[in-house]
């Protein structure tokens, strides 16, 4: 079993072994702030601090009859004590966690998190019935907003979706583009409909424009950067010189939406075709604005 999810388990067993799921968010996300090694990232979602992670993680769980589910509540409901099973640091923080925090209730927690982290709040949709004019003042604040016209380039090779998507709000980016010929993922999170829920739920359009993308079966024998080189320039004389309405497409909607990004997977930008897109767009008469790798 995954360690992380030793943590889920070890937290409902804490908690008399069950938890109302808001608030099951919520005490792992303070429990996050006193690990020294994270077992989830969060995203500031609908009702605060959220993990998808976490949430596909108790769904696994819930298959193997470790924990049962309701509409309101996650239980865990098999007998192993998790908790022993843990490092010392992680009993610890659990323990404290438990201490501060047990007799709290579910409103109690969703106010604390919002006024201690106010950043996980900017895109809660009750955060008006909880806060005071003068918290919800520092929650807007919190918003990243910026005018600048800028075109990016995001890979999520090695980062999880929270991670991800927490890159594309702090640089305000207000439409991802995803530029991958096949869009289904082996990574949680990052197949088409995982992604552009994920991205819904924070404000982000998101958009698929496969027509720009390298086909699996070009992709398959990349041992070194020469190769990868060399399926650049193929992507270059063929895809780029073949697709230049899909090009002015992209450079329409920066122009219009001010601050997008194009994402593929891989992390360093030579091994991705995603910087020659980026480059030819840049290249298209009347571009004069920043491009930037994130």
Known sequence: MYYRRKILLSLLQAFDNQLDKISLQK????????????????????????SFQANADLSTLAKYKLVEPSMKYWKKTDNTDYIEELDSKDKA?????????????KDELIALTYRQYPFFAINSIIASSILTNEELNK?????????????????????????????????????????????????????????????GGVGIDYVHIPEVGIETKKREVLNSQSDYDKLFEYYKSDVLAREKS?????FSLLKSKRRIALTCFEANINQCHRKHLAESISSLNGFSYELKHI
């Open 93 to 105: 923080a659990i323990r404290f966690l438990k201490s501060q925090y047990g007799n709290l209730s």
């Open 27 to 50: 005490l792992l996300f303070l429990l996050t702030r006193i690990q020294e090694k994270k077992s989830y990232y969060f995203i500031p979602y609908k009702f605060g601090c959220f």
């Open 246 to 250: 899909k090009q002015v497409e992209i």
């Open 139 to 199: 929650v807007k604040n919190q918003r990243p907003i910026k005018n600048t016209i800028v075109l990016f380039t995001i890979g999520y090779e090695g980062i999880s979706l929270e991670q991800y998507i927490n890159k594309l709000i702090v640089n305000d980016i207000r439409v991802l583009c995803d530029v991958r010929k096949n869009s289904y993922s082996m990574k949680y999170g990052f197949s088409k409909n995982q992604l552009k829920k994920a991205c």
